[in-house]
């Protein structure tokens, strides 16, 4: 028998772009996200019906890993209940967004690509569906521009799910600044720069300052959960002069948490062959940069999917920042991995 699983599978609910999945995760060779909805546009659930799918995929995943699941690092040893309940959500559907990062694809465009799953989960909860305890997870697109955005934050934290949510930090949130205060929330807030000229490169927008006193904001409520992302894109903003700008202004604001990554693109098309070796180095800064202002560093998919097979060494030149941007300067050593090409 196979002992393999996640709380997703059993309990977990993704809404996504016109379908309902088990999770959000997408991985090797198009596998993952298990689709249990097709042609979906927000309607009422039926959940006896939801939930046979899942009981089927989870016989199915007892037997032997399924197609979907192959691959995927949530796997693992899991004990499967006959609870059937839903903890863990992911809203995944919302394709509207107020910034036009050069890394997300074209299809967060200004068109109203989402649909309303607060009367679902309303619903959920009212027919004895619901399990407290769980995540809540908005992503997308902007989340705070989902329908009934404050209302779906207000019926989670009020029933016992923490939210988690992934926002540019351009519209400033009263609701989640509360839910920040009361320690049932948190926020990834993808800045990727230091200042208001790169961050406009990335993000195709003028809004650095105002995006800087949201962060200060949502510091202020509880510095704690507020997490401030760095993506590395190649050749633009794979510096150490900005990244030592970003440093600053994470002592400015109090932040504890960063989390930091690579452009998806950039690290699926290399592969981990032939990626720069600056990239690498510049890992390395960014850990000694943490470990000097005492922040507490998440590293993501993407960056681990490079490091795994990194081939350059930790250069001894790092204490010397002079010498060491000499060094990440001379291993751009081929222009294909240093130029951003979206």
Not at 4 to 19: A, R, V, Y
Not at 158 to 167: A, D, E
Not at 216 to 236: D, L, M, R, T
Not at 277 to 288: A, G, P, S
């Amino acid at each position: 028998m196979n002992n393999l699983g996640c709380c997703f599978l059993e309990s977990g609910i993704n809404f996504d772009l016109n379908t309902v999945c088990d999770c959000c995760i997408s991985h090797g060779d198009g596998r993952g996200l298990p689709i249990l909805l097709q042609n979906y546009n927000g309607e009422l659930i039926n959940w006896e019906e939801l939930f046979d799918k899942k009981e089927q995929r989870i016989k199915a995943q007892k037997e032997k890993t399924i197609y979907d699941c192959e691959g995927c690092y949530h796997l693992g040893e899991y004990n499967f209940t006959e609870e059937r309940k839903i903890s863990d959500f992911h809203f995944s559907h919302c394709r509207l967004c107020n910034a036009r990062c050069i890394y997300c694809s074209d299809e967060y465009s200004g068109t109203n690509r989402n649909y309303n799953t607060y009367p679902v989960i309303k619903d959920l909860i009212e027919k004895g569906y619901y399990k407290a305890g769980g995540e809540a997870t908005f992503q997308g697109g902007e989340p705070t521009l989902m329908h009934n955005f404050d209302e779906l934050v207000h019926l989670f934290t009020q029933n016992g799910t923490t939210v988690r949510i992934h926002t540019s930090a351009i519209r400033y949130s009263e609701t989640v600044e509360e839910a920040l205060r009361q320690n049932k929330g948190s926020v990834v807030i993808s800045l990727d720069s230091g200042c208001s000229e790169t961050y406009q490169k990335v993000k195709q927008v003028n809004a650095f300052n105002q995006v800087c006193d949201t962060i200060q904001k949502y510091a202020s409520a509880n510095n704690n959960n507020v997490i401030i992302k760095y993506i590395i894109i190649p050749g633009i903003n794979d510096n150490i002069k900005e990244i030592d700008n970003f440093f600053k202004l994470l002592r400015k604001y109090n932040i504890k948490k960063i989390a930091l990554d690579l452009e998806v693109q950039y690290a699926r098309n290399h592969n981990n062959k032939d990626v720069s070796n600056h990239i690498f180095l510049l890992v390395d800064y960014f850990e000694k940069m943490a470990k000097t202002y005492d922040l507490q560093l998440l590293i993501y998919s993407f960056i681990s999917y490079v490091l795994n097979n990194r081939t350059i060494k930790k250069s001894n030149t790092i204490k010397n920042k002079f010498l060491y941007t000499l060094y990440i300067n001379k291993h751009r050593n081929k222009e294909k991995n240093i130029i951003y090409r979206r």
